[in-house]
């Protein structure tokens, strides 16, 4: 499956921002998807999953602000950005895996869309 991240931008403080991410060659139905980001210097960090089941997963520093979604009709899925925050500036990858374990390590994923840069100013 090859993935497509859009929708990054730059905003500002307390601004919301919804994040999509495309499959092309699988159905986003099959795997489990998630977000991930990188700001400047540091670590990659696990932003938000949609596991089997429809099972929900938050990173805690975008627990109640940020929410995933899919659609799988139009085989696609979203991160919703609300109240947006200088430290939330990252380039932000969806990814998808065909297994459902350890869903918050970016270790788990095969497949990574190309990123798309966010930045919100203070």
């Known amino acids: 499956v090859q993935l497509q991240a859009s929708g990054g931008g730059l905003v500002q403080t307390g601004d919301s921002l919804r994040l999509s991410c495309a499959a092309s060659?699988?159905?986003?139905?099959?795997?489990?998807v998630g977000w991930f980001r990188q700001g400047p210097g540091k670590e990659r960090e696990f932003v938000a999953a949609l596991g089997r089941g429809a099972r929900i997963f938050y990173g805690e520093a975008v627990e109640g602000r940020f929410t995933i979604s899919r659609d799988i009709a139009r085989n696609m899925v979203y991160l919703q950005m609300n109240s947006l925050k200088p430290e939330d500036t990252a380039v932000y990858y969806c990814?998808?895996?065909?297994?459902?374990?350890?869903?918050?390590?970016?270790?788990?994923?095969?497949?990574w869309g190309q990123g798309t840069l966010v930045t919100v100013s203070s």
């Open positions: 990814a998808a895996d065909n297994g459902d374990y350890e869903i918050r390590s970016w270790r788990t994923y095969d497949y």
């Open positions: 060659g699988g159905s986003f139905s099959r795997y489990v």
